[in-house]
């Protein structure tokens, strides 16, 4: 049982809203209109019933997505399941020297050009956030393993965007206020671009993207 797939106890999160307190996770929804960009609740909605199983929530499935990353998860959820196969989690330290690959102080973890001779190296957003997702890397979701090339070190798929990061319902019922509040302001809401959000939620949501 995944943290998205509890239902909050009230006790443990005086304050939040009741429509929050049941299983539930965030899914990326395009708004469909002009939106603040500075406000990740513009595009990232609050969804009953939607977990590693339901992706989207009540009536989404995974079929046909046995080698998709896994989405909806906590850090918990991720800890216990390391556990259960017998491994641990890297450190940061560890991840970051893997993700590097070999390379040193090379602009993008696989090199100087983020689009080499145009090929994609790993799945990003590609078009005007959030509303325009032209998927031209081929995705506009999630990506099956292997999809783009490894790393110096052979390892695949480091260097996803994880559009999909989800925060466990218990989590968000009690961090939602905080976290807004925390919201870092930009200053050129134009050029505020998908790592800024991921990059604002990390530092607001430890182990969030
Ligand atoms: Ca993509």
Request: glycine share 8%; hydrophobic share 40%; with cysteine.
């Amino acid at each position: 049982m995944t943290i998205a797939e509890i239902a909050p106890d009230p006790k443990d999160y005086p304050g939040a809203l009741p429509e929050m307190l049941h299983p539930a996770s965030l899914v990326f929804t395009p708004p469909g209109r002009p939106v603040d960009l500075r406000d990740f609740r513009n595009w990232w909605n609050f969804k009953r019933d939607a977990n590693w199983r339901r992706p989207y929530g009540t009536g989404s499935s995974i079929d046909g997505m046995d080698d998709h990353p896994v989405v909806h998860v906590a850090y918990p959820d991720v800890e216990a399941y390391a556990a259960w196969a017998g491994r641990e989690l890297p450190t940061e330290a560890e991840w970051e020297f893997a993700a590097r690959g070999g390379l040193d102080a090379a602009e993008y973890a696989w090199g100087a050009e983020f689009t080499p001779g145009t090929r994609a190296m790993a799945n990003t957003w590609q078009g005007a956030f959030p509303n325009e997702n032209l998927g031209t890397d081929g995705y506009e979701r999630t990506s099956p393993v292997e999809a783009f090339p490894p790393n110096g070190y052979g390892i695949f798929d480091f260097m996803v965007h994880n559009c999909f990061f989800v925060y466990g319902a218990q989590a968000v019922a009690a961090e939602f206020a905080a976290t807004f509040k925390e919201f870092p302001p930009l200053q050129k809401p134009n050029t505020f671009t998908i790592d800024d959000a991921l990059k604002a939620m990390e530092s607001v949501m430890p182990g969030a993207s």
